[in-house]
């Protein structure tokens, strides 16, 4: 059992910073593959960003790579997920997520193949 514990959301003005982190316990950290997910208010959970095993590649929801980078410390066991530029439609709650197992790219976005789940960071992006 894994358990995800996700930090560091809050209010930021447009075209601000931040950076979330994601504190995994209870797994072999490199091996396991993570990502970021999000949910808008009143719309479906979105594909963010995901990393691989061993760190091996990253994949990232369309036209944010170039704002957002996914990176993980495996001396931490911790996900992170920088984000800068933000604009109000970054506004979402936003999860962390795993699995042991070793997805191909294509299956990266697909949050069916994610067994465990963070409880979510609120992020607001708002003048």
């Known amino acids: 059992q894994v358990q995800l514990l996700e930090s560091g959301g809050g209010l930021v003005q447009p075209g601000g910073s931040l950076r979330l982190s994601c504190a995994a316990d209870?797994?072999?950290?490199?091996?396991?593959?993570m990502a970021w997910f999000r949910q808008p208010p009143g719309k479906d959970r979105e594909f963010v960003a995901a990393i691989k095993q061993l760190n091996t590649g990253t994949a990232y929801g369309n036209s944010l790579k170039g704002r957002f980078t996914i990176s993980r410390d495996s001396a931490k066991n911790t996900l992170y997920l920088q984000m800068n530029n933000l604009q109000p439609d970054d506004t979402a709650v936003y999860y962390c997520?795993?699995?042991?197992?070793?997805?191909?790219?294509?299956?990266?976005?697909?949050?069916?193949?994610?067994?465990?789940w963070g409880q979510g960071t609120q992020v607001t992006v708002s003048s």
């Open positions: 997520a795993a699995t042991n197992r070793g997805l191909i790219t294509l299956s990266l976005a697909g949050d069916q193949w994610y067994d465990y």
């Open positions: 209870g797994g072999a950290f490199r091996r396991l593959t």
